[in-house]
């Protein structure tokens, strides 16, 4: 009996000690590959919607295109870091035509390995296109007409190497414009095959999501995806992804992109025995002061001549629109915060009216900005409520108006909103309860 128990009691003293020296080569094996740098960092930019501009002014659009180009040298000066760094933009830095080449012409100045397109760029894809030609420069894209011939500049799949690693990056590409079960489940088999063939051969997989939130989710629930994907940067903001819990949901990591241009988000990842042992994401925040001056010189360049292009335009505009600018004329130079306001409730304020039958005047005082400058109402449809004048209220301003589309480096100063001034005379208690409470929400949705 007694032998017996000091038997078991050897054995199990044996077993724990097996078990901690395994499980302490784990922990500090671990520890080793978060200890040493990391093997690959990749710094994404993205969603600058073709605001270059350099004004001085504090607030974000002092986080210009020349600001973050310094940021980027600054960072890349270290050889070391330009050994293991991945520079990707992930889209959406156009606002019209002209933008195109002014952004890309920096992308290749800064080095950038991949620029992936996004939904903006697919209004100006010839464009783009022929830019990444001329530059020479790997562009990320799905389903684009008129590539044919491109596919040397032009894939939904690309793999870049650092040192003796490979990185694929993958785009989703732009959603599917239905929703039902059989477009999306085709369109993702599609992206999935060149996951799955890509993570054959290479470290790791990134995706480029431009797919809405509630749909990509979707599809991960459903498919075995997150096996082979090591992170997903998404465009589509989501609450969701700031709950802790949610990382851990799926076998795959996200990477929100911020509104800003900076902080830039880097995702770093160690990689052990050709698999991603570790990853982490951080943000990086320079203090940058000072803007590079090549950058500068090309944005500055490109506003002098936009400027005296649409100095002109606009003088007619104002000679012609004798009553007030309609948001379609201010689309004319605008075209991307057209669009979004477009997305936003206040282009349906009329329509609002018109569904409950209240088109009345009572309600117009606050629901329609042609109605409180002409007092008529000509259009009820979408396009047609609280418009860009509404907010941007300078340009009611007879004297100021003619002054319109100084470069921004000549502004006196940016004429910011104010949302005491500007927002609550309709935003008020009695209509807008909330509007005091949420006035970050409330802004965020209304900013372009
Ligand atoms: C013919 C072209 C043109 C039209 C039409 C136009 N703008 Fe502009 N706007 C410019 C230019 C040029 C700038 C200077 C910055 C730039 O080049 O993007 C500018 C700048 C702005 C700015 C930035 C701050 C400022 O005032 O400098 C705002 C806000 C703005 N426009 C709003 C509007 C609104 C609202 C309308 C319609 C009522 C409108 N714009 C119509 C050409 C135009
Ligand atoms: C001329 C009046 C007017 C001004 C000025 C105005 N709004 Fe509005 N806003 C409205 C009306 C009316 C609606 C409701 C439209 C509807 O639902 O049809 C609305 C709706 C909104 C919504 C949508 C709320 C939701 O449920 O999603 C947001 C956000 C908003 N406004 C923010 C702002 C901010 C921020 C400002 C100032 C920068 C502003 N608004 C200025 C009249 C105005
Ligand atoms: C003082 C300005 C003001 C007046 C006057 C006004 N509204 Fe609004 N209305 C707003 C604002 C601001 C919102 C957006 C509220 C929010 O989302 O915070 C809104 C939202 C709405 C909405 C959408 C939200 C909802 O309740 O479903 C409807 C419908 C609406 N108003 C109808 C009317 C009608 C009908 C009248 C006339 C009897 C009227 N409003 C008069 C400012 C006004
Ligand atoms: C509900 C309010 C609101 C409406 C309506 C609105 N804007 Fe704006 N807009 C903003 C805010 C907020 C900003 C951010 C800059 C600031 O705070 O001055 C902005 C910025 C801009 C800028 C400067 C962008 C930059 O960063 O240089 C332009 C240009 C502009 N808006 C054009 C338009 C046009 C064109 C429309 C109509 C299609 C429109 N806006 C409608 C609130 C509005």
Redesign the pocket.
Known sequence: MKFRSTHILLLALITIVIIGIIANFIITSQRAIINRPPDIEILVTGKMRGRFEFCGCPGERAQSLPMRAQAIKGLTLTPQLRERLLLIESGNFTSDRESVEVAMRSFKMLGYDLVSTAQSEQFYIDEVLSQARKLNMKLLARDIKGNEGLSDICKPVWVLSRSQYKVAFVTSGIQPKSNDERTVMAKWNEVMNDVKSASGNTNAVILMNYWDWGLIERVLKETDAGKFITAIITHTSAQQLNRPEFQTNFETHFLLLPERLLPMPLLRLWIHRGKVRHLNMTTYSPSVEIPDEEIKMLVSAY?RK??ER??A??LT?VRRAKEY?TPK??A???ESEYRHWMTTKHATAVLTLKKRHRIEPDCLKCHSEEFIQTKRLTMTDKGSGVE??SC?VE?KDPVKVKE?????SE?AR??RIDPIKVCTPCHDKEHSPQFDVKLSDYMSKVRH
Do not use: A, N
């Open positions: 506003y936009r400027q649409l100095k335009q606009w505009i600018t004329e201010c004319k130079c605008h860009c004048v941007h340009l319109h589309g100084h470069m921004p502004r940016p004429p």
